[in-house]
DNA sequence: AATGAATGAGGATTCATTCAT
DNA sequence: AATGAATGAATCCTCATTCAT
């Protein structure tokens, strides 16, 4: 009983505080975007008053940022990118776009409020926005290292179209999905993606 | 001519204030949203008051909706989609990708608006959504015919699936487009996506 | 075919139109009262642009005027007061009590309405109001000359007295019917209070 | 009385916040009914502004609806309904109806905003309308009780009656006082509907 | 670490009314 | 006799944010 203030659950916590605000700001801002997503939507669903909410994050822009952020933290552990593989690079590309789409199906909140986010065009951007495609720029080059790696007989240019070509796809194919519902097979168009990137790849290796 | 239209001016004329409130709306939801389009931004960058617009449009998502009929049929328009066509499938499937690459630089905004529309999971969905989503799915119904045609030995649903591939790289490649700028170029990036899913076409049919 | 601008029904028919719009008026304003009667509820109702409503009337508050003006006569042809009367003193107030309230039953809406206008206290008094008021004043002074004949006994001061009473007794009992419904039944309540006021003027006389 | 009282002031007083906006609320809604009370004028009259009245009540419907409760409160205390009484049930009868009409006179706004709420007859009813019928009923059944002891001859259906009876009479006298103001003598008023309706009692007493 | 209360700016929409035709 | 279009003021209500406690 001595420590009765340590072991009375509940008040005063301000890490699971945080966490149970960020949980509802994913789930809103995820269905609705930027502008959708209320301080007071949020404070409904968390159960916590939107004046505890400005004391964890600065302000709304904060807030999206940081769900951003978590959310890509969260996608990042659901793709389990494997260290190094073994195969042809075929196999390894195909390995690689299955972990991918069993991700998005997993954890769409990230690419489908980054996507929202990232088609916004609005004066003053968002930071969240901005945080948003640079974790996509860092993604977007360590493909192309792994591309890089696999297909040694393109050059820099190539590479970097192929990247660009692989994203867009991963994007248009989730977007589908989005749409269409479980109709939308992820996991297979992200393998014939696989393969006909990795075609692809080839003839421009062939064409050089 | 006559000095009767000279004079009245202002007064009265229905069809050019409809206009003017679509043009003013496609272009702010085409860059903020359905959320981040205030009639009163509307009214202010088309000039008309509020209340004007509401005799118009029953209300707002009455006019998001028929922003994106609009501008659906404005990029029908701009892709200027060739009647009786010659030469290689490859060839076809490569000029018309040209084509709809000019029309979503020239007009992105339906595929903007529409984009952003799709991705939103709101509770009471948007008239301009189900419209969208409609639109989306003649145009996928079209684009199977001619894949029909073009690959006749793929079963329904290889040409399916190849339309949804072609369609999602599509989007994909307009994100990229609108998130990266002018450094995308994206007639080249759609004559790389003509020629992989020309490949995949004919790697499905193989397959069969 | 000559007189066909004659004939030729529902073109220009001031009348009926006038019939139409004060039906819808008087429809909505029995139910919402002054301020929740909007233009644009009756343009819906009676089918008529708001704009052909102030081609009939001046403003609102003349609709509402004359909406009190129209029930009003509809109301008094309702209770069908019989010219004069046999019988003694507490039969005849009895048949009026009846007739009185099997109009109220039948066209509740001028009562209604006008308890709604009286008791309302707002800075310019709405015409409507005033009417009401008037033709009010009017009744009770028909009724009052109606009860100097029937208790020649009672002096101005006492018919005065017993006048507003029986109407105080009418309204509170129709209020009664409104907020309970059919389960009043407001014949057999009438009834009472004609014998009850009988009786009361009996007493009053005496007192004398 | 310390620094601290005086020093904060206006900041953070819910409680007399709430009383304040609904002190403004009565006297609005109870002179201009629902439509006519805008939350403007409210915010005006108590000096907080709009959105603090937001605060306190979830709409203008619970705003309304509190009105409703805390001036029948109001009301109830002002008509200081004596504990055991004495005399004959004439006396008995007079001494509560003088009350209640001194209690209509100092504190006139629950009955009018509610017969205002009650005369209404809107698609989706306000709760202020819904919560006024309610204390009503339990102020009729708390009649009916006292007619019971002091008319023990009448059934349970004439001591209905009679309270239906004794209820429309205050009503209409009270409608008859607001219409008329100060000409009007509501306490003689009563009185008389006191003798009126003990004598109703007495006579539907014997034709049982 | 948290929150009850407050607030000005802005949200969508409806209002009564006008006027040119 | 009637109406399509327009309009400024007002409607209810939500917004992001602050601040004293």
Known sequence: MTSAQTTR???ANGVESRQRILDAAVEIAGERGYDGTSIAAVSAKCG????SIYWHFKDKDDLIAAVIERSFE???????????????????????AANVAKSLVDAPDFLRLGLMLA?????????????FLQVRDITHRKI??????LFPDLDEAAVDTLTTYAIAGADGLF????????????????ELHARV???????????R
């Open 9 to 11: 659950k509940k008040r």
């Open 119 to 131: 088609l916004e065009r609005r004066p003053t951007e968002p930071r969240g926005r901005t945080v």
């Open 144 to 149: 192309a290292e792994v591309a890089a790696v």
């Open 74 to 96: 969260a996608w990042l552990t659901a793709v389990e990118l494997p260290g190094e593989e073994t195969g042809t690079p075929l196999e390894r590309v195909t390995v690689m």
């Open 175 to 190: 977007v589908q999905r989005e749409v269409k519902g479980d109709a939308v097979d992820l996991v297979a168009l992200f």
């Open 48 to 51: 916590l008053p939107a004046s």
């Open 197 to 207: 990137v990795h075609d692809a790849a080839t003839r421009l290796a062939q064409e």
